[in-house]
Nanobody, 125 residues
Framework: QVQLVESGGGLVQAGGSLRLSCAAS????????MGWFRQAPGKERKSVAA?????????YYADSVKGRFTISRDNAKNTMYLQMSSLKPEDTAVYYC?????????????????WGQGTQVTVSS
């Protein structure tokens, strides 16, 4: 089992940048695929923003964030990141990191077994 803790959220103006971090309680590089999901205000479902394979060799981005967000992982630090640039008000959401002990890359929330508590990102216009 792995515990995940997100950090780095906050309030930023449109066009600004933030970097989210997800610290894992144990090594994730050899076992866990990971992802960043977000839940917008008033929405019941979490949608994927980006996902990364356990080695970091494969990444996925939702169309809405492609070219603006970069997902990465530092296996030595058991930490995953989401660098967010050119932020828009529609990026406002609670951002969650997630992990699953499988190979490959996963874009559905139902595929993940472990979740962090979430970090709020608010983009003002």
């Amino acid at each position: 089992q792995v515990q995940l803790v997100e950090s780095g959220g906050g309030l930023v103006q449109a066009g600004g940048s933030l970097r989210l971090s997800c610290a894992a309680s144990r090594r994730t590089d050899t076992s866990y695929a990971m992802g960043w999901f977000r839940q917008a205000p008033g929405k019941e479902r979490k949608s994927v923003a980006a996902a990364i394979s356990r080695s970091g060799s494969m990444t996925y981005y939702a169309d809405s964030v492609k070219g603006r967000f970069t997902i990465s992982r530092d296996n030595a630090k058991n930490t995953m990141y989401l660098q967010m640039s050119s932020l828009k008000p529609e990026d406002t959401a609670v951002y969650y990191c997630a992990a699953v002990q499988r190979t490959g890359i996963y874009t559905q929330a139902s595929s993940y077994d472990y979740w962090g508590q979430g970090t709020q990102v608010t983009v003002s216009s």
